[in-house]
């Protein structure tokens, strides 16, 4: 990390993409294949990255106004809650899917297989694949459509990653569903991940044809989370945006 206070700020937009579903297109996939990003710059030298420790109450500002939060840690996954009152659990790994998200139309599980994990400590050149079978329930049409995936994750590269919190050295990540008869990746998902942070400062996705991204502009660990200071960090990030 580089620009960073004492007191860690960051923000990501947290919008449909969040869950990381497969949009099932055709253009998307293609999208996916073709190289969109531009590097900041490169650091020098990135030491291999180990799986972060994660706290009760580590909150996270998604966009100027959306909120996430450390509901509660087990040893294998993560709950949240966010500001529309969501709950989503989610693996410790931060590139994997959702476990489980309930949605005004639908809700959606996962259960992983294989070692995801394997992926720490984060090194260029690292790969893992692991499998997904993910249910989804149509709340409308009363039916349940099951979906196998397989991931395949690789750290590509290291680079300097400029979001709204600041200038980060982080791990490129990028992981691509696939479905078995299919060519194309279904989805593919990106990830700057900051050591410094322990976690990820931005975040692209393919949906509807077009490239989408999150950025980190402001997290507050957990002890400072009050929320004092988490309506100041709101209200500041909010004037950024104003012209």
Not at 6 to 11: E, M, N, S, Y
Not at 35 to 60: H, K, M, N, Q, S
Request: hydrophobic share 40%.
């Amino acid at each position: 990390m580089r620009a960073f206070t004492a007191i860690t700020l960051t923000a990501v937009t947290l919008a449909a993409g969040c869950s990381h579903l497969p949009s099932g297109g055709l253009q998307d996939a293609v999208d996916a294949l073709t190289p969109t990003e531009r590097v900041a710059g490169i650091p020098r030298a990135l030491p291999p990255a180990p799986r972060p420790a994660v706290r009760v109450g580590d909150t996270y500002v998604f966009g100027a106004a959306s909120v996430r939060r450390v509901a509660a840690v087990s040893p294998t996954a993560l709950t949240w809650t966010t500001t529309d009152g969501q709950n989503i659990r989610t693996g410790r790994d931060f590139f994997t899917p959702v476990l489980e998200q309930t949605l005004p139309d639908r809700r959606i599980t996962s259960q992983l297989s294989g070692q995801p994990g394997a992926l720490w400590p984060l090194s260029v050149g690292k790969k893992v694949s692991f499998e997904e079978s993910r249910v989804t329930t149509m709340r409308v049409f009363d039916r349940e459509i099951t979906t196998p995936l397989r991931w395949d994750c690789e750290v590509v590269d290291i680079r300097v990653s400029q979001v709204p919190a600041g200038d980060f050295d982080t791990f490129h990540v990028v992981c691509s569903a696939r479905r078995s008869g299919f060519f194309l990746p279904l989805q593919t998902v990106t990830w700057d991940y900051a050591p410094s942070l322990g976690h990820y400062v931005r975040r692209t996705w393919f949906e509807g044809g077009q490239r989408r991204q999150s950025v980190l502009g402001a997290a507050l660990p957990g002890p400072l989370a009050t929320p004092a200071r988490l309506t100041a960090t709101l209200e500041r990030l909010q004037q950024m945006q104003q012209p």
